[in-house]
């Protein structure tokens, strides 16, 4: 089946800037850009929006070209299992590099010859200096530099020291190769940096023919401008090397792209720090760089993410200037809009419970006709087997049910899905009389496909699975890698992100129920596992022992009831508070008709034509997006700041026709001395959950 994806281009900052440089003809009217990896460790989903932003460019105009190419200027922490990685994940996600593929060490012949007309030009010098030294001799934010007392070589001796250096005569460390610019400049990266230095250590593609590398401030300007990039995009980190970028280009006289920076992508409950990330491979807290709970491309395509998801989400949360945290909701989000297209529908039961069928013949099978995908007729039906006995999911039975739990209890009728209506009548337990382990039930022979002859309607829909034709499969059941929203944030000063870590990131269930044939499917098949949630075969999976992991929940309006229960015994005992009666106060009845749940902002944007409107697109679990209006201009001049953000929305507000449209809720906001901002959450809400 085909996915659609945005077709209508979309308009940020930087396309407005590309935008204007062609109209203006700067670079021939070209449009070039580039994705550099560094090839020490896999992508992780920050690089996936650099990755879509650089190659979306190149689509989005006619004759534009994005390069592949790795930074590899670094051989102590590059290898040749990231590049190829690297390599796999771009093409995975969707895109392509035709015959543009190139590595920095490709150059460096070339940018050794730059150096040298550095050197020659006086505006190079080698520095005796040690790390140390120069780290002390770089002054600091508030004190200026001093100047190397190597600074004022003549070219020369420099000339020729440098040479040496590039002919092994010296040790590692011992000298380096600093730009001539100013050591009193208020930026520090203009205080005379670093551009070569010695370093004995074999590289992944050259060897040992050198003995001296690059920095990367020098190699990556120069490596854009051999490449003919006219728009150099860079995460706001790089901000402060512009300057840098600059000077290196103007000052060797060679093709001059534009560099543009733009805010990464943080996600919550995650971490994009590759030193973090190594160390959680290294000391195994998780499974490897494509452990489905890490941030890795390679994670989300083991946990299941389509990479038309990914995309997805990328475009909705777009190019800001400002840094922000996106709520992995959302992410979560972009993955069931696409997998509810995409995914073949199943049944499986991950804690099952056995039902025994008293009325239903002994030798009797019958083959349902089960419905493949409601979204797509074309994706067709199959065929599936019911007999006397069935599993169901343990949690969709109680013997003493609680209100509005409408499931499977004693003397209770609910709907089989594709099959019958089924009622209880008794339970059977272990020997110890602890744990129920059988529930047995009579069904209707005239209510096949779900419906009685005399119109009597039943308040649940339950899955199943026949006992007889079922498959055992290992369910892995994942979650949030860490326990808090903004990990990095939380383990500033001390660095421990272990203690930060989610004990519940990982569920294993053995011994689940799948429908017969879906145990065989291929590693990376997707399904949906009907009322459960997405799955995705794992590529541990066997014929004989199927491995699926979840990708994302689908939503359990019971469990949500049952946790909000809980919470509302744990502070008021259970009692509703009763009103003082006093003037200008509602009664908790009156509180009630709000209808408060949380929505996640998919999309925001200026009004056109007014002053003080946003509009933003929020999905509160309805199957589509609501449009609501917000006088929130004031404090969201930059409205994309608010994607992926769970707020709080009067759900039932009556919609309100204006000049812009429907407006259908409210965003409830806060204000004071320190300017208004929208309320969110600081825990983990779904779409659509309530508010109280």
């Known amino acids: 089946m085909r996915i659609s994806e945005p077709s209508v281009r979309r308009s940020d900052f930087i396309r407005t800037i590309i935008d204007e440089d062609l109209k203006a003809g700067k670079y021939g009217g070209r449009v070039h850009t580039r994705f550099p990896p560094e090839p020490n460790g896999y992508l992780h989903i920050g690089h996936a ?19 592949l190419r790795f930074d590899d200027t670094n051989p102590t922490k590059e290898e040749m299992e990231y590049v190829e990685a690297i390599i796999e994940d771009v093409r995975w996600l969707g895109f392509d590099w035709e015959d543009r593929l190139f590595y920095a060490s490709d150059y460096f012949e070339r940018l050794y010859e730059y150096a040298e007309t550095l050197v020659i030009n006086g505006k190079a010098y080698v520095c005796d200096l040690t790390p140390e030294e120069i780290r002390e001799y770089r002054g600091t934010l508030t004190e200026p530099g001093r100047n190397s007392p190597y600074r004022e070589r003549s070219v020369e001796e420099n000339l020729d020291l440098f040479r040496r250096m590039r002919n092994g005569d010296f040790l590692d460390g011992s000298r380096t190769l600093r730009a001539r610019i100013d050591m009193g400049s208020p930026n520090l990266n203009m205080r005379d940096p670093v551009i070569y230095r010695i370093l004995r250590f074999r590289h992944h593609r050259t060897g040992d023919s050198w003995c001296i590398y690059p920095m990367y401030d020098f190699t990556h300007c120069l490596s854009d401008s051999i490449e003919g990039i006219t728009h150099s995009l860079c995460t706001l980190e790089f901000e402060d090397h512009r300057p840098l970028y600059d000077w290196f280009l103007d000052q060797l006289k060679v093709h001059h792209p534009q560099q543009i920076e733009f805010a ?4 919550s409950y995650t971490v994009m720090s590759k030193r973090v990330l190594l160390n959680l491979v290294r000391q195994g807290f998780v499974a490897g760089w494509d452990d489905p709970r890490m941030p890795t491309i390679c994670g989300f395509r083991r946990r299941g993410y389509p990479p038309g998801a990914i995309r997805a989400f990328c475009d909705r949360i777009g190019v800001a200037k400002r840094e922000s945290i996106v709520d992995m909701a959302l992410l ?29 013949p002994e030798e009797k099978i019958e083959q349902l006709e089960a419905v493949n995908n ?3 007729p074309s994706m067709g039906t199959r065929r599936i087997p019911f007999c006397k006995e069935l599993y169901i999911e343990r949690d969709d039975f109680r013997e003493d049910p609680p209100k509005k739990f409408y ?9 089989l899905r594709y099959a019958y209506l089924v009622k209880c009548t008794k339970v059977v337990r272990d020997p110890a009389g602890e744990e129920i382990v059988e529930v047995h039930c009579r069904y209707d022979p005239e209510s096949r496909g779900g419906n009685a002859p005399d119109g009597r309607k039943v308040k649940a829909t339950l899955h199943w699975v026949s006992a007889l034709h079922a498959e055992d499969a290992e369910v892995r059941l994942y979650d949030r890698l860490f326990s808090v929203e903004n990990p990095a944030a939380a383990a500033r000063g001390n660095g421990d992100f272990k203690s930060l870590l989610n004990p519940d990131s990982l569920r294993v269930l053995k011994g689940c129920k799948l429908e017969p044939g879906v145990a065989g499917a291929a590693p990376e098949s997707r399904y949906q596992f009907e009322r459960l949630g997405y799955f995705c075969a794992d590529k541990d999976s066997t014929a ?3 491995v699926f992991n979840r990708t994302v929940t689908l939503k359990d ?9 809980s919470v509302f015994e744990q502070k008021t005992g259970g009692e509703k508070p009763k009103s003082s009666g006093a003037v200008g106060e509602i009664t908790i009845e009156d509180f009630s008709k709000l209808d408060l749940r949380a929505g996640l902002v998919v999309e925001a944007s200026l009004v056109e034509g007014a002053d003080k409107l946003v509009c933003l697109k929020v999905d509160l679990g309805e199957g589509r997006l609501r449009r609501i209006f917000a006088g929130i201009r004031r404090a969201y001049p930059d ?5 992926g953000k769970t707020v709080v929305i009067v759900a039932n507000l009556k919609p309100r026709k204006m000049k812009f449209g429907v407006s259908e809720g409210m965003v409830l906001s806060g204000s004071g001395d320190d300017g208004m901002s929208v309320l969110t959450f600081d825990g983990v809400q779904s779409p659509g959950d309530k508010v109280s």
């Not at 990464?264 to 996600?267: H, V």
């Not at 069931?336 to 991950?350: C, D, G, I, K, T």
């Open 544 to 546: 004989t022992h199927p």
């Open 332 to 360: 979560e989000y972009s993955a069931r809009e696409y997998l509810n297209q995409a995914s073949p529908r199943v049944m499986a039961v991950l804690r099952p419970l056995k039902v025994v069928i008293e009325n239903y």
């Open 639 to 643: 409205p994309a700041s608010l994607k």
């Open 49 to 67: 929006k650099s990755i879509y932003l650089n190659f979306g460019i190149a689509k989005d105009y006619p004759g534009a070209l994005c390069n």
């Open 374 to 376: 409601p979204e797509d």
């Open 407 to 415: 499931r499977l209890a004693p003397g209770r009728e609910v709907r």
């Open 264 to 267: 990464r992508l943080n996600l």
């Open 557 to 565: 309006t019971w469990a949500k009831i049952e946790k909000a229960a």
